[in-house]
């Protein structure tokens, strides 16, 4: 890792990672492509989210997100993942980096319960279980002031729904393509896109 990192150069370093080694549908397991885990990241990192914060990656996965964080400074990451398989292959790829306060922790997010400064998390879509992305919403909310947070483009409604109920803000949306890599064998293309927005969002404060 060069000193002073720069979005391409993240974006760079993550696309090194490795992926699922078999995704599991039902779990809607699709990596956040390396460009669009830059951006995300650096949103968070620009607005003083990541450096030095303690950080949950809920729904880590192989570990792209969490490994963004320590790699821009974040003081500890959760990565809280159900799939051991994934945690596995997130624990490799926790090798290309080796410093770091990291914890793995193999249960549902809804058990997870430590208390954290920001959220960052890429959820299940919901196309398999229906908004799937309410208890991730949700148990971040519970957790945390500030998350960072991707969804379809479709799912605004839904989201500032949830926020507000929950006493959160949506400060920002930021819309973007994610770009999927045909993960599984009835995909007919190699590569997919969908559009996909990050959610930032704040606790208010009263
Ligand atoms: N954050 C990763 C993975 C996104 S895919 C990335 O950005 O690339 C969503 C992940 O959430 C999958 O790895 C899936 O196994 C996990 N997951 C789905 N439901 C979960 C739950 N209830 N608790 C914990 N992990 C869950």
Redesign the pocket.
């Known amino acids: 890792m060069p000193n002073r990192i720069t979005k391409a150069g993240l974006a760079i370093f993550l696309s090194k990672l490795k992926p699922f080694r078999a995704p599991?549908i039902g779990?809607?397991?699709?990596?956040?492509d390396s460009e669009l885990?830059a951006a995300f990241l650096w949103e968070a990192y620009m607005r003083g989210d990541i450096a030095g914060k303690i950080v949950a990656?809920l729904?880590?996965?192989?570990g792209?997100?969490g490994i963004g964080a320590i790699v821009l400074g974040a003081k500890k990451v959760f990565f809280?993942?159900?799939?051991r398989e994934?945690i596995q292959t997130a624990r490799e790829n926790m090798q290309l980096i080796k410093a770091g306060d990291i914890t793995f922790e193999c249960k549902?997010?809804?058990d997870f319960d430590k208390r954290v400064d920001t959220v960052i998390?890429?959820?299940?879509f919901g196309t398999k279980k229906e908004h799937?992305d309410r208890?991730f919403l949700e148990k971040a909310f519970e957790i945390a002031d500030k998350v960072y947070s991707i969804h379809k483009i479709t799912s605004r409604e839904f989201i500032s729904g949830v926020s507000q109920r929950h006493g959160f803000e949506v400060v920002s949306i930021i819309s973007c393509p994610m770009r999927l890599k045909a993960a599984y064998s009835f995909h007919r293309k190699r590569t997919g896109r969908v559009n996909v927005g990050i959610w930032i969002l704040q606790k208010k404060v009263f």
């Open positions: 599991k779990e809607e397991q699709y990596i956040t885990a990656d729904g880590a996965g192989t792209i997100l809280v993942e159900k799939d994934a549902d997010v809804k998390e890429n959820p299940p799937a208890a």
